[in-house]
Nanobody
Framework: QVQLVESGGGLVQAGGSLRLSCAASQRTFSTSAMGWFRQAPGKEREFVAVISRGGTRTNYADSVKGRFTISRDNAKNTVYLQMNSLKPEDSAVYYC????????????????????WGQGTQVTVSS
């Protein structure tokens, strides 16, 4: 069974930083482009960031460009989301996502493309 386990969420003041982590099984991690999505109450789940299987390409939602950075550590089978300059509108449950792919330099940005989801971690930014 595929497992994606997120950690690092919490409560932070506006302007602060958090780093989310997502640990995956070695098999899942090595064959997947990894990403982060988020869902605020009453809203649809939306794309945040993605990194290709090979780690050479990244893509971000316009709302987080310049503030968030996605990275992956293949030795630890972990993907990270460094979130800086947080805003109250960044408050949401953040979900780790994996898409199995044979290509090392492609990525995705649609909920429908995701093969596996983590359980989510809450991020709350106070004003």
């Amino acid at each position: 069974q595929v497992q994606l386990v997120e950690s690092g969420g919490g409560l932070v003041q506006a302007g602060g930083s958090l780093r989310l982590s997502c640990a995956a099984s070695q098999r899942t991690f090595s064959t997947s482009a990894m990403g982060w999505f988020r869902q605020a109450p009453g809203k649809e789940r939306e794309f945040v960031a993605v990194i290709s299987r090979g780690g050479t390409r990244t893509n971000y939602a316009d709302s987080v460009k310049g503030r968030f950075t996605i990275s992956r550590d293949n030795a630890k089978n972990t993907v990270y989301l460094q979130m800086n300059s947080l805003k109250p509108e960044d408050s949401a449950v953040y979900y780790c996502a994996a898409k199995n792919t044979v290509f090392t330099n492609t990525y995705y940005d649609s909920v429908g493309d995701v093969d596996n989801w983590g359980q989510g971690t809450q991020v709350t930014v106070s004003s």
